[in-house]
């Protein structure tokens, strides 16, 4: 599927908005938190540009926009951010992405109903297609999210449940309103933690802290997530979009090549030895000495001046 082209929607098929996750209220629409005036004023598709995209200033922002679904993400939804993210890594004009929704929730988690409607009807169950259903999808987003070049930042405006909890914590910045919260849902649907999940949970918090989360189901404020690392900043409602997009600008005048490999190492560490991880922090730094923007953030220093970063 070959993504939009900067500042466009992205019309993905869905089925009406009506088909929420299970249990997530609908929302009334309202702008995503940093998205651009180019994201939001996108004509609708006869069945809603459900996933928006712009890039503007260096800041590709990717909106989620099922409002009255509670943003709950369909196969061709996730299809379309995973293409988006892939584009952002490969575009030397983005700097950095924003991850957005509109609506009182930042996202409910997958869609299931097509998967109740499944059972519903008694379809036969196949060994191993559940595994991969859930390996090239929820799982395949999340990987974009930790594998894109470029810094992502999550900007939770309500609620986050399952996939969408992931989605955040998978991004490298996690901005939250004071009315936020997280959840993950997966048991209260009689469901095993997917998404990447038992990957991300135990390395951000610890497994006891994350084994409470994940058998309980219990709602996380922004503030606990806060103290227990999982979010950057908790800020009132109304200061969520302007503390994202200071974020998002100062990141957009990075070095962004410095930001990448640095992503990388962070994000691999923890699977690695102590050997190894010296190892790939050395090529990093030798791979980084031959940029411009190495060049330019010393002769900066030695003369004293702010340095004018290219991101590479």
Do not use: W
């Not at 109903?113 to 999340?142: C, F, P, W, Y």
């Not at 993950?184 to 497994?207: H, K, N, Q, T, W």
């Amino acid at each position: 599927m070959s993504a939009p082209a900067p500042g466009s929607a992205a019309t993905v098929p869905a089925a009406a908005d009506a088909t929420a996750s299970p249990g997530a209220p609908g929302a009334a629409t309202t702008p995503a938190p940093g998205a651009s005036a180019q994201a939001t004023s996108a004509q609708a598709g006869p069945l809603g540009n459900t996933v928006l995209h712009s890039v503007e200033g260096g800041i590709a922002t990717i909106t989620l926009n099922r409002p009255d679904a509670a943003n709950a993400i369909q196969p061709a939804m996730r299809d379309v951010i995973i293409e988006l993210l892939a584009q952002a890594d490969a575009d030397p004009e983005v700097r950095v992405v924003v991850l957005a929704s509109n609506g009182r929730h930042f996202c409910s988690g997958a869609d299931v109903t097509g998967i109740a409607a499944s059972r519903a009807q008694g379809a036969e169950k196949r060994v191993t297609d559940a595994m991969r259903r859930i390996m090239t999808g929820a799982q395949r987003l999340v990987s974009s999210v930790l594998d894109c070049g470029k810094p992502v930042i999550a900007v939770v405006q309500g609620p986050a449940a399952g996939l969408g909890a992931h989605l955040a914590y998978a991004s490298d910045l996690v901005v939250a309103a004071d009315n936020a919260f997280f959840v993950e849902s997966f048991v209260l649907r009689g469901l095993v933690v997917d998404a990447g999940g038992a990957y991300l949970l135990p390395r951000r918090i610890g497994m006891q802290r994350a084994k409470e989360l994940a058998f309980f189901g219990e709602k996380l404020p922004a503030a606990e997530a806060l103290t227990l690392g999982l979010v950057n900043r908790v800020v009132p409602a109304e200061e969520l979009a302007a503390t994202a997009a200071g974020l998002a600008e100062r990141l957009a005048g990075a070095a962004t090549s410095a930001i990448a490999l640095t992503k990388r190492l962070f994000n691999e560490s923890p699977d690695v030895d102590r050997a190894a991880a010296f190892l790939a922090e050395g090529m990093a730094q030798e791979l980084q000495s031959h940029a411009h923007d190495s060049t330019e953030g010393v002769t900066a220093f030695v003369q004293r001046r702010s340095p004018e970063y290219r991101g590479y």
